[in-house]
């Protein structure tokens, strides 16, 4: 764990070794950080994303979640998830701790997603991807309560669907 500053380009690099879920140890090095306490806050977050200990922010989970459903969901589908997350849930939770999130923190998310007047379909979608997170992160990771079950769900599933009349 090494935060160093390069004299020729006046940026910051940092430098770490983590451990893998294999045990064994990697390098990692990034370069080009404006300042000392970014290159820093990149080293702790690194750290806390290969321990997978839930105190990350939910961005960096979003990352973890992500490498995991890789070789289980398709391709267009991981990229319908990450557009959703990065567009609608990252922007207003993005740098709370997944540890740290309420149900009340939800529920403001909710309203907020609420008043952009998406359809009640498109809420229900957002919402899950949600609770796919926070699912992932206590079956998967021990994330110790999940504040998506405490809450009731926005939307509808069939909010568009005709009602047939016999």
Known sequence: MAVSKDTEKGTWTSQIWV?????????????????????????????????????????????????????????????????????HIIPLLGNKAMDGITPADIIQWQNEIRSKGFKETYQRMLQNQMTAL????????????????????????????KQLQF
């Open 19 to 87: 451990e893998d879920w294999q045990g064994k140890k990697k390098h990692k090095k990034k370069r080009g950080f404006s300042s000392k306490k970014e290159a820093l806050e990149w080293e702790c977050n690194t750290l806390l994303a290969s321990k997978t200990d839930m105190n990350m922010k939910l961005a960096d989970f979003v990352e973890v979640y992500f490498r995991d459903k890789d070789g289980e969901l398709k391709q267009r589908t991981i990229r319908n998830k990450r557009y959703m997350i990065e567009h």
């Open 134 to 161: 926070f699912t992932h992160a206590a079956k998967i990771y021990n994330l110790k309560d999940n504040p998506c079950t405490k809450v009731k769900r926005m939307g509808r599933a069939d909010a568009d669907k």
